[in-house]
């Protein structure tokens, strides 16, 4: 891959961002899920950018794919680069795949100068970072950083299949799965450049931020459980509407969450048995909480459940939670961050701004395994998880320029 001057290398950026959103369950929407033919697809183009930058590739045995440059010698503990090429229904299109496409361009234009590098360089486009199929995260980089839980292998997408048959049809052996488990002596971080995914950059006129650290998260599927009934002959002092429960709720989640700078969503609900008119007797949700400290986000979830324990008291209702993911809060590295802030003070900005992330990203569960931290571009309106995702061709110069500048700092330490 020939090194470009840095223009020209963001529009290839760009480029490839348009190239992957093609590659989709349904020309409608981009789609694009753990294990997917669209994966596979994925995985094999991101692997051709990689072999073309000059990197050894392979995919891991979590479905991870992976590509390495070897540093001043061979064997050499490696700084991993990455995010994930997986999204969300209808997402946009640099939710993860930029920061893979960053770190493929970085790679390139280190390599000519690789045999002066102390460590190695690897990229990875993780497998599952947004929990789309499966509703648990984080599967890829849970994988490589040695967190698995074989409670895993039994989840089901909304077909019935489960993620062992899931890896099977991939042409992945779940036993091998360990050997996707990296140790803590093979790396000397992970960093990864993403959109922020909120609007606190573009807010303050910035390209360009430093991430502090990614907000702790919690989310649950709900069940609200009422009668089914008449919804003409059921008078209301008798009825129990599970889904007028569950209304309720919603709105106390987004009030208990404006109360303590938490955040909350409700982004899935189902009520049934969905007649026009009939009554909802049971309706299933979700919730998705989220907050800068663990300790606050519990608080948000435990006056969540008393505010659930309220309406059912009040509508005879019940309510069930069963948890379905968690990650805590993850710090970025003192020493990593003050090395992508030298890479954006490259760029020109003498003052980078410093921010959290609201968003989850797979450096939690890296941070397992080994220091992270993160790079955040601006996106427009801070619009993500939705097809208008926007970035400019300059920010992603700037990115591309600050992103290098860092691995160059490490490199010089
Ligand atoms: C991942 O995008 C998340 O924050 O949910
Ligand atoms: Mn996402
Ligand atoms: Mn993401």
């Known amino acids: 891959m020939t090194t ?13 961002c348009d190239e992957l959103a093609t590659i989709t369950v349904t020309p409608e929407r ?49 700084l ?17 795949m930029l920061g893979v496409l960053l770190a493929i361009e970085v790679a390139s234009r280190v390599r000519p100068h690789a045999s002066a590098l102390p460590f190695a360089l690897e990229v990875v486009a993780f497998s599952d970072e947004e929990g789309t199929r499966f509703g648990t995260a984080l599967l890829g980089s849970r994988a490589l950083a040695g967190t698995w839980d074989d409670a895993w292998w039994e989840l089901r997408d909304s077909d019935g299949i ?66 089914a009934g008449h919804a003409g002959g059921t008078p209301y002092d008798r009825r129990r509407d599970a889904l007028v429960g569950a209304s309720e709720l919603v709105i106390a989640v987004e009030t208990i969450s404006k109360e303590l700078d938490t955040i909350g969503t409700v982004g899935k609900l189902q009520a049934y048995p969905g007649g026009v008119n009939v ?13 800068e400290h663990d300790a606050v986000r519990d608080e948000c979830c435990q006056r969540i459940q008393e505010a659930a324990a309220d309406i059912c008291a009040r509508r005879s209702l019940e309510f069930d939670a069963i948890e379905i993911y968690r990650a805590d809060a993850a710090q970025c590295a003192p020493h990593l961050r003050d090395a992508i802030a030298a890479g954006i003070r490259s760029t020109g900005d003498d003052a980078p701004m410093a921010l959290y992330s609201r968003a989850g990203h797979d450096g939690v569960a890296v941070s397992a395994l080994t220091d992270f931290a993160m790079l955040f571009v601006r996106c427009a309106g801070g619009v993500s998880h939705h097809p208008d995702e926007a970035v400019t061709v300059e920010d992603v110069a700037a990115a591309l320029d600050a992103f290098e500048g860092t691995v160059r700092e490490l490199a010089a330490r």
């Open 80 to 96: 991993l680069l990455g995010s994930h090429i997986d999204t969300v229904p209808d997402a946009g299109r640099y939710d993860g």
């Open 279 to 291: 009554i909802p007797g049971r309706v299933d949700f979700s919730l998705d909480v989220r907050a």
């Open 162 to 227: 489960s993620l062992f048959e899931a890896f099977q049809d991939f042409g992945l052996d779940p036993a091998r799965l360990p050997s996707a488990f990296r140790r803590p002596e093979q790396l000397v971080g992970y960093l990864e450049a993403h959109i922020e995914q909120g609007p606190h950059l573009e807010d303050a006129d910035r390209a360009l931020g430093v991430v502090t650290s990614i907000a702790g998260a919690r989310r649950f599927s709900l069940t609200m459980t009422g009668h």
């Open 30 to 78: 981009l789609e694009r899920v753990h294990l997917s033919p669209e994966h596979r697809a994925a995985n094999d183009v991101v692997e051709g950018w990689m072999r073309e930058a000059g990197l050894t590739t392979w995919q891991d045995a979590a479905g991870n794919q992976c590509g390495r440059i070897e540093g001043r010698v061979d064997g050499l503990p490696a």
């Open 4 to 16: 470009l001057p840095l223009a020209a290398a963001a529009e290839r950026i760009m480029a490839r």
